[in-house]
Each structure stands twice: as structure tokens, then as C-alpha cells.
């Protein structure tokens, strides 16, 4: 019987695939991106030693982003949000994950305001 395969399956084979590649370590480690419909998620992670150096989201409670978390302006304020946090945990250089999704709109938007705002991808 054959089904349909859906949007995030391929997504998320897409995902597994550069995954295989792409490993963050101490120095480097990996910035992470999940979106949803209404949110943006950034984690900033260290892959050998299975921590999450910083996190941002527009989910945050108290955060400016909450209301406008599903656009481009919610999407640069997490990424200027994530650069900060990473910064403070010492690190200056990561390896971008954009999690399956196209390098466009959102996912572009936060990649472009953690560079403006210090990161090095």
C-alpha cells in the first residue's frame, strides 16, 4: 500500500542527511533551527559532550518577539537573542544547522542577525 509521504517527513529526512555531516564540537559548536508556524526556535549546542550551551525562542515568556514570532522581525530578534546568549557561554564560532529547512525567509533572517551580531558561521 503505498501513502503519502508528508512535508516534515522529507524534512526531516533532509535533516538526518546533512546531520550525518554535521557534528558540533567545543570550539565549534552546532546553532541549531527549528520554526513553526507561529515560533522560531535557535539552540546553540555542544554535540560531544550532548549539552545546549544557550537557547533563544520567541516563545519566551516576557520576550518582544512573542506577538511576532511566525515573521521576519521575530525571526532577527531571536537570532540577535541567540548571538548574545552564545557569546556569554564563549562561543564565538558555530556551524549552522538549518534543520532541513530551505536557507530562505525565516531561517535566512535568523542566520543573517546571529552574523550582524557577532557570531561566526
Not at 570550539?27 to 522560531?40: D, G, N, Q, T, Y
Not at 540577535?80 to 556569554?88: D, G, P
Not at 544547522?97 to 535566512?108: L, P, S
Request: charged share 30%.
Amino acid at each position: 500500500m503505498i501513502h503519502a509521504i508528508s512535508r516534515n517527513d522529507l524534512r526531516l529526512r533532509v535533516h538526518q542527511r546533512i546531520r550525518k555531516r554535521l557534528t558540533g564540537s567545543t570550539e565549534r559548536p552546532r546553532l541549531s533551527v527549528f520554526r513553526s508556524l507561529k515560533h522560531i526556535y535557535a539552540q546553540v549546542i555542544d554535540d560531544r559532550s550532548g549539552r545546549t550551551l544557550a537557547a533563544a525562542s520567541s516563545a519566551e515568556k516576557g520576550s518582544p518577539t512573542a506577538k511576532s514570532g511566525g515573521n521576519l522581525a521575530g525571526a532577527k530578534a531571536v537570532g540577535k537573542l541567540i548571538a548574545e546568549r552564545a557569546s556569554a557561554a564563549g562561543a564565538k564560532k558555530v556551524v549552522f544547522d538549518r534543520g532541513g529547512y530551505r536557507y530562505h525567509g525565516r531561517v535566512k533572517a535568523l542566520a543573517d542577525a546571529a552574523r550582524a551580531a557577532g557570531l561566526e558561521f
